[in-house]
């Protein structure tokens, strides 16, 4: 005779199972909890900051109301995409040698290792890295050296990203191609890489989010500028650079303009991501039509 489970281990289950979801739901809002004060609390402190004037307008001097971040918008823009053009390639790149053709080689362990420490190490150290490798050989500050240093800081996000994504790939899809006759090279460009690309794309945004708020190696790099940005190769203005010389002002206008400024910034971070998930999620980035 077939074994039918017991109204009490029935019972025992469910219970276990309304725990278990319990818990599960009641985690989820310890999480997003924080995020929804912070952003509740940024849009009541920085929507009252917000007009016309602060996209449009430079930094007015000490003692002049008024002005905006337009400068420090632009910056940001131009520091973020220079770190994300350096970046991203460089990683995805490693992130294929180390799954498509690195294996358990000692050169891919190090990489491997080398990544994880990188992902550790506190921002303000690789704003030293780079002020000693960049800004010191070319005695000045400037956007160069700011774009550089983020990369570096997405480069391990990516990389680890890549190499996780490309483990997701069914082996037999890559046989398949190789069985075909298609190059290696070309198996991994367009059947694998492409195959991960959602979730590559998931890991470049996560990369992206982290370092667009970073301050400490734009203080040893970038510097900051009271002007628009004019070339690659000067200081330049960046919206968390403002934001902190702001904050730590003893001037309320400069704090109004702070909170702004960091709405400005959450709100710049989540349309990036949020824009680069629609498009992956329509498939556009998948392949598809």
Known sequence: MPHRPSRINV??????NHLFTGLAVLSTILVIA?????????????VRSLNV??????????GEAGGGMANSIAGSGIILSLASLIGIPVGIGAGIYLYEYGGDRPLANMIRFTADVLNGVPSIVMGIAAYSLIVVPQKHFSALAAGV???????????????????TVPNAIREAALG????KWRTVMTVSLKTASP????????AFARIAGETAPLLFTAFGNQ??????????????????????SP????????????LVLIVMIMVSVTLVRVVTGRGMLKGGH
């Open 53 to 62: 004037a602060f996209f449009t307008h430079l930094p007015r001097p000490v």
């Open 149 to 167: 240093a983020l990369a570096i800081m997405m480069v391990p996000t990516v990389t680890r990203t890549t190499e996780e994504m490309l483990a």
């Open 251 to 262: 001037y309320d206008e400069w704090h109004r303009l702070a909170w702004a400024g960091a």
């Open 11 to 16: 019972g025992r289950r469910q219970i276990a």
């Open 180 to 183: 075909l006759g298609i190059p």
């Open 34 to 46: 924080p995020l929804f004060a912070i952003l509740v609390y940024l849009l009541f402190q920085g």
């Open 199 to 206: 979730g590559i794309i998931t890991g470049c945004m996560l």
């Open 227 to 248: 002007f628009w940005p004019s070339s690659l190769n000067e200081p330049i203005a960046a919206l968390p650079l403002q934001i902190f010389v702001y904050a730590v």
